[in-house]
Nanobody
Framework: QVQLVESGGDLVQPGGSLRLSCASADSVYRFDTMGWYRQAPGKQRELVAQMPRVGSSNYADSVKGRFTISRDNLKNTLYLQMNSLKSEDTAVYYC?????????????WGQGTQVTVSS
């Protein structure tokens, strides 16, 4: 049973910063990709940033230059550093881990953490 637990969501003013964490109960090496998604009220869940086990990370255009995804392999934790936050970044942020096995894709999700950007 894969367990992903997010933390770090909060209320922050525009222009502020937050760092989200996603702790995995398993070694992050078992996942082919890990990433962050978000879902704002009335909108579909969207990819924010993704980090493959090997290769370069990718970001949504809306967060490029402001958000940074990183991973601590020893702590089995994924991070999302969010700077210059805007009101449109307000959403529930979800940690995602993907594993490919026998030609199938398995997605695992955390419970989500609320980020609210407001003055």
């Amino acid at each position: 049973q894969v367990q992903l637990v997010e933390s770090g969501g909060d209320l922050v003013q525009p222009g502020g910063s937050l760092r989200l964490s996603c702790a995995s109960a398993d070694s992050v090496y078992r996942f082919d990709t890990m990433g962050w998604y978000r879902q704002a009220p009335g909108k579909q869940r969207e990819l924010v940033a993704q980090m493959p086990r090997v290769g370069s990370s990718n970001y949504a255009d809306s967060v490029k230059g402001r958000f940074t995804i990183s991973r601590d392999n020893l702590k089995n934790t994924l991070y999302l550093q969010m700077n210059s936050l805007k009101s449109e970044d307000t959403a529930v942020y979800y940690c995602n881990a993907v594993q490919f096995s026998a030609g199938r894709r398995f997605d695992y999700w955390g419970q989500g953490t609320q980020v609210t950007v407001s003055s």
